[in-house]
């Protein structure tokens, strides 16, 4: 049996209080913490690709570490920053309690050297990987691959305490390299279908009415239909638009049955949605 038993790879994640997964991301989720490799995670906004590092960090009890991507952010950014203007006034003022002859004391760690440094094992969460060129995702794997990086100034290398768990977003507004895409794991979450999305409603209203959810659910996928929104209403918006509908106490179930949509504008966040969706809710049928 030598060589053909089945490598048993261990579970840890299995879901948290307010997040709904199927088995083909729990699986995905596992098998990327197993291997300690990054996951990619693709989906139009609202899908829960942010949320799913926040429910991970959750349900294994870990701290969570997020970098949020900028256009004209450089790796060294998320690496580190070294403070040499605080450094220069500490030494030209002389009213600091930091030793100015030692640059350490003026180093302060990035989200990735955070992950590094940390004493425990944490989830680090990079959103929107997307917005950065090619050469910053590249390295920044690099980086990953090796758990550790150099800072120039001190002659010191950072080592990481422990692998965090990776979790990178990407909204698909521009194409990742294929090195880049060779050494992450990769899912697509496809938006909520009516089931799950039922599922996703009833997790966070636990007692709601069976027929403001149906009908609200129902409505809310009418909405996403309408030709020419730039930006559909995700599950974020759905949610808020159920809770601001169970807060108003003059609200019927049947306003929604006969084509009323309260609160256009928790749903839709532009104005030209917001117009557009308010020119032809009256000619929907519901």
């Not at 906004?45 to 997020?66: Q, R």
Request: with cysteine; glycine share 4%.
């Amino acid at each position: 049996m030598f060589g053909k038993e089945k490598e048993k790879i261990p579970t840890y994640f299995h879901g948290a209080s307010k997040y709904v997964l199927d088995d083909e991301l729990k699986k995905i989720v596992n098998i990327s913490i197993a291997l300690e490799m990054p996951l990619l995670l693709k989906g139009e906004p609202g899908t829960g690709k942010t949320m799913l590092a926040h429910a991970i960090a959750e349900a294994l009890n870990m701290p969570l570490i997020i970098l949020n991507v900028k256009s004209s952010m450089k790796l060294i950014d998320a690496l580190y920053q070294y403070d040499t203007l605080t450094r220069l006034n500490d030494a030209r003022f002389g009213d600091s309690k930091r030793d100015v002859s030692n640059i350490e004391e003026y180093i302060r760690m990035g989200k990735i050297g955070q992950a590094f440094v940390s004493p425990i094992k944490v989830v680090l969460l990079i959103d929107e990987i997307d917005k950065a060129d090619t050469d910053f995702q590249d390295d920044m794997l690099d980086i990953l691959d090796q758990m550790q990086f150099d800072i120039i100034e001190i002659d010191k290398t950072i080592k990481a305490k422990h692998r965090p768990i990776v979790i990178i977003t990407s909204n698909a507004k521009k194409d990742l390299s294929d090195p880049f895409l060779g050494r992450c794991n990769f899912h697509h979450i496809a938006f909520p279908d009516y089931e799950m999305m039922k599922k996703i409603v009833s997790v966070h209203f636990p007692d709601i009415n069976r027929e403001l959810m149906e009908n609200a659910i129902k409505t809310f996928y009418r909405l996403r239909e309408i030709k020419g929104v730039e930006k559909k209403p995700a599950t974020r918006e759905l949610i808020n638009w159920i809770r601001a509908l169970r807060a108003d106490p003059d609200f019927q179930v049947k306003d929604l049955i006969k084509g009323e949509v309260p609160y256009l504008g928790v749903l839709f966040k532009k104005s030209n949605d917001y117009n557009l969706a308010r020119s032809v809710i009256g000619r929907m049928r519901i």
